[in-house]
């Protein structure tokens, strides 16, 4: 049973930045392996939603100079989060 929240971004961008200060070296290994885990899946979904935030700026763009710096900017996004999802991907 799974169920999905509303979580401001803020408050996600708070926890990543928490997280990322936690030194966990000292922890068993599959307590380090979640952590690795949460904290990549946490920055792929902010990477998500700002790439859908891209994808907006060009539907709205004024005029062509502006859409096209916008495609530019969702091109760009989208291919990092293609690269940290493909971390995630086993060998």
Same mark, same amino acid.
């Given at each position: 049973m799974s169920k999905n929240v509303l979580i401001p971004v803020s408050l996600v961008k708070q926890? @990543?930045?928490?997280?990322?200060?936690? #030194?966990?070296?000292k922890y068993d290994r599959m307590i380090c392996e979640d952590y690795g885990d949460i904290l990549r899946s946490l920055n792929i979904k902010l990477q998500k939603l700002e790439l859908r935030d891209a994808y907006a700026k060009i @539907?709205?763009?004024?005029?062509?100079? #502006?859409?096209?710096?916008a495609r530019i900017e969702y091109?760009?996004?989208?291919?990092?989060?293609?690269?940290?999802s493909a971390d995630d991907r086993p060998v």
């Open positions: 926890v @990543i930045e928490l997280l990322g200060y936690w #030194d966990i070296s @539907i709205t763009a004024g005029n062509q100079d #502006d859409r096209h710096d091109l760009w996004q989208n291919a990092r989060l293609n690269d940290a």
